[in-house]
């Protein structure tokens, strides 16, 4: 427990550390976020790489527990052959996101990166093997994990329209993993999700409104992505529905964006990646809600969606535990 609290204070730290350096390296080079008066109503140009010191933090806050003599540490270097597998698609979703929000990438070169990390992804071992307790052909899972994958990855940058949302909705649902995984005695998971919502905490601090630095879609992509990759991972090691309803709760918000929105945008005859202003949070806004009070409803709703879950998860590990 105290190298997981310690994993989340070095991010935490980190996070708070280079959050506001590399938002003021951006607006020195132009890499901000200019307002339009219709979808960006932001008051001023802000920096939109938040994804940077988020991926710099997290690998940071590990490189910091592994030179502590900490018990984690042994954790961390026996599965140092799977985190480095993973590494590449991180990498791959990361750069996707930093090219678009540098170069305005077209929606096909964006969906190609992300299906190449999914796909890499896949290759390293996160794989969706059954789907509510049914094994799945080779080939369907294959496809599920990668739809999968990408989804999550847009679901968080399809919410990151407003400030503190998709950052505040992703340190919940970060959350939410991360007691799922100490309820079921996963500490594996426990590491894997603590210094993300260090990260995304510290994050928060410059992010909430009014927001000086954008996650950014290198920021909104890689949160979703690792998600993503979480829930799948976590559903490996899980043996029933119940111990998987917590973390697939937490992304439920995001995801149903994502539904919506093509819905939406097929209904009206839109191509799917054309924005608008249709979104959650926009109708919120539109209804009165300031963007702080929005984003703490929003907020409120996620955690909503997990309470009744928790004690479900708690009944799994125990019956798990007897039954062992």
């Known amino acids: 427990m105290y190298s997981l609290c310690g994993l989340t204070a070095a991010a935490f730290v980190l996070s708070l550390l280079l959050t506001p350096l590399m938002r003021d390296w951006s607006i020195h080079l132009g890499l901000v976020d200019r307002p339009d008066q219709v979808r960006k109503q932001?008051?001023?140009?802000?920096?939109r790489t938040g994804g940077v010191p988020i991926?710099?933090?997290?690998?940071?806050?590990?490189?910091?527990?592994?030179?502590?003599?900490?018990?984690?540490?042994?954790?961390?270097?026996?599965?140092?052959?799977?985190?480095?597998r993973l590494m590449p698609p991180v990498a791959i979703?990361?750069?996707?996101?930093?090219?678009?929000?540098?170069?305005d990438l077209r929606p096909w070169q964006k969906l190609a990166g992300e299906t190449a990390a999914a796909i890499w992804a896949y290759a390293a071992g996160?794989?969706?093997?059954?789907?509510?307790?049914?094994?799945?052909?080779?080939w369907c899972g294959f496809l599920l994990t990668i739809a999968w994958l990408i989804l999550c990855s847009n679901a968080f940058n399809l919410i990151d329209g407003m400030d503190g949302l998709a950052a505040g909705v992703g340190l919940t649902a970060t959350m939410t993993t991360f007691i799922a995984g100490l309820l079921h005695g996963d500490i594996t998971l426990g590491l894997a999700t603590a210094p993300l919502a260090g990260c995304l905490l510290g994050f928060l601090r410059y992010n909430f409104n009014p927001a000086s630095i954008f996650l950014g879609d290198s920021g909104s992509l890689l949160i979703g992505f690792l998600l993503g990759s979480y829930a799948v991972i976590?559903?490996?090691?899980?043996?029933?529905?119940?111990?998987?309803?917590?973390?697939a709760m937490a992304l439920a918000l995001p995801l149903l964006e994502v539904g919506l929105s093509?819905?939406?945008?097929?209904l009206r005859n839109e191509p799917i990646f054309t924005g608008d202003r249709g979104h959650i949070h926009h109708r919120l806004l539109d209804r009165g809600f300031t963007p702080r009070k929005a984003a703490l409803l929003l907020y409120t709703t996620v955690s909503a969606a997990w309470a009744p879950c928790s004690p479900c998860c708690s009944m799994s590990c125990e019956t798990g535990s007897r039954a062992s």
């Open 262 to 266: 093509i819905l939406r945008r097929f």
């Open 42 to 47: 932001h008051a001023m140009a802000t920096a």
């Open 126 to 138: 996160v794989r969706i093997f059954a789907v509510g307790g049914h094994a799945t052909a080779p």
């Open 234 to 247: 976590w559903s490996q090691k899980s043996a029933t529905m119940l111990g998987v309803a917590g973390p």
């Open 55 to 84: 991926l710099l933090s997290y690998a940071g806050a590990y490189a910091l527990l592994l030179l502590l003599p900490l018990n984690a540490s042994g954790v961390i270097r026996e599965h140092m052959a799977a985190i480095w």
């Open 93 to 103: 979703i990361f750069a996707t996101g930093l090219l678009d929000d540098w170069r």
